[in-house]
Every structure is written in C-alpha cells, then in structure tokens.
Nanobody, 122 residues
Framework: QVQLSESGGGLVQAGDSLRLSCVASGSTFSNYAMGWFRQAPGKEREFVAR????????YYADSVKGRFTISRDNAKNTVYLQMNSLKPEDTAVYYCAAGETARGRSYEYAYWGQGTQVTVSS
C-alpha cells in the first residue's frame, strides 16, 4: 500500500510558476513509477507527466511540454511537478499517482493522492 499526499497548489496569475509536491509513505518509493494527472471541471482526468522509478526517464503531455518539469527524490519519497508559464487552461485539480509498471494511462496507477487545486487567473 502506498499513501500519497499532494501540496503546493494555489491561486496564481497567468505566467506565474508553482511547484507541486507529492510525498509517499507506506512502501518503498523507488519501486514505483510516478505520474501527475489533472482534472478540470466538467472534463475527464488527463495525463500531465510521468517518470520512471529512477527518475531518469520523463514524459509529458504535449500541452505542458517545455513548461512543466517532473522530478523525484527517492531519498525523500517525493515527486515534484514544477509548473512554469502557467495558463488559465492549466486550472484543474492535480493528482499524483503511483504504479509499479505504470505509463501514461490512469488505469495503470494503483495509488492516488487526494489532489491539490491549481487555479490560474488571466
């Protein structure tokens, strides 16, 4: 079992930056690929970014490529999402997720955090 807890969301203006953090507990963090997803009101949950167990392979949705950076610190059991040049369309609840062999699909992740709200005003 893995428990995930996100933090770092908030209300910012377009062009600002935020860094989300997700702390894991309950199991060996380095055994899991980690992903970030988001869900805007009235929309389906969508993939944002993911990295592999070691963190040396990273993948991004086209909509955030070049603006967002995923990273992880296995010593701190934490995965981060650095979000730069934020746009109003980035407004959503952001979730971190863990899966042993997960890739870009939400069903591949067995464990989810409770989410953190990011709101970007224009």
């Amino acid at each position: 079992q893995v428990q995930l807890s996100e933090s770092g969301g908030g209300l910012v203006q377009a062009g600002d930056s935020l860094r989300l953090s997700c702390v894991a507990s309950g199991s060996t963090f380095s055994n899991y690929a980690m992903g970030w997803f988001r869900q805007a009101p009235g929309k389906e949950r969508e993939f944002v970014a993911r990295n592999n167990r070691s963190g040396n392979a990273k993948y991004y949705a086209d909509s955030v490529k070049g603006r967002f950076t995923i990273s992880r610190d296995n010593a701190k059991n934490t995965v981060y999402l650095q979000m730069n040049s934020l746009k109003p369309e980035d407004t959503a609840v952001y979730y971190c997720a863990a899966g042993e062999t997960a890739r870009g699909r939400s069903y591949e992740y067995a464990y989810w955090g409770q989410g953190t709200q990011v709101t970007v005003s224009s």
